[in-house]
């Protein structure tokens, strides 16, 4: 397996742009989840999934901020609009809840810089 | 509420030196996970070791143990005779049995020559 999947590895854009980051969990898991590491804050859930289905999202730092996962392959954050405050790298991890170690997979994350 | 604290914020150990990184943690729940990560420089973030809350039998993998402490809400990680490439920053983290995560702030671990 490939692992999770993060695109874009690195992303520069301008205050004010729309930002969307990409996961591809490992096939197969059934929960997703979506950190946000920077230096200040250190490693923040943001929002986990399971099937699917957002189980919570109290992490997620204000409305500007949202994530949708369309199926079990595929999910989004996306920042509307990117303040330089949002600088961080993102991680998308995976797990699989019956898995005896149930240890979350992480992604490479996304380095993305709002300038 | 939860909460995971990482007191060191940084160790310098030289090689070979044995080094504990504490945990404390902060829980309502009765059902829950610990857990280790390391991320080295590169910043992936890699899986150590889980024990749920039922589980404090203490554990040893080549130069890594671990032990759990229920009692004193701890879950501290030795490595014993440290290498250069153990240099990283350490996460301690909590999961409920719902699988809401919430991670220590990190020790930055420097294992010098």
């Known amino acids: 397996d490939a692992g999770v999947i993060q695109s874009p590895r690195h992303e520069v854009t301008e205050m004010g742009q729309e930002v969307t980051l990409r996961c591809k969990p490992i096939?197969?898991?059934?929960?997703l989840f979506w950190y946000r590491q920077t230096m200040m804050r250190g490693l923040e859930l943001l929002i986990y999934?399971?099937?699917?289905?957002?189980?919570?999202d109290s992490g997620m730092p204000e409305d500007r901020f949202s994530a949708k996962m369309p199926n079990a392959s595929f999910s989004t954050l996306k920042i509307q609009p990117s303040e330089p405050r949002d600088s961080a790298v993102y991680f998308c991890?995976?797990?699989?809840?019956?898995?005896?170690?149930?240890?979350?997979?992480f992604g490479p994350g996304t380095r993305l810089t709002v300038t | 509420a939860q909460k995971v604290t990482q007191a060191q914020t940084e160790i310098s150990v030289v090689e070979k030196e044995d080094v504990t990184l504490d945990c404390v943690y902060e829980?309502?729940?009765?059902?829950?996970?610990l857990f280790w990560y390391k991320q080295p420089p590169s910043g992936e973030l890699v899986f150590l070791i889980r024990?749920?809350?039922?589980?404090?039998q203490n554990e040893i993998s080549g130069r890594y143990s671990w032990n759990f402490q229920k009692s004193t809400s701890s879950f501290n990680f030795t490595i014993t005779a440290s290498q250069v490439v153990d240099s990283a920053v350490y996460f301690c983290?909590?999961?409920?049995?719902?699988?809401?995560?919430?991670f220590g702030d990190g020790t930055t671990l420097t294992v010098k020559p």
């Open positions: 991890a995976s797990s699989y809840r019956l898995n005896p170690d149930n240890e979350q997979y």
């Open positions: 983290a909590l999961e409920t049995n719902a699988g809401k995560s919430t």
């Open positions: 096939s197969g898991h059934d929960y």
């Open positions: 999934f399971n099937n699917n289905v957002p189980i919570d």
């Open positions: 024990r749920n809350s039922f589980d404090e």
């Open positions: 829980t309502r729940d009765t059902t829950y996970y």
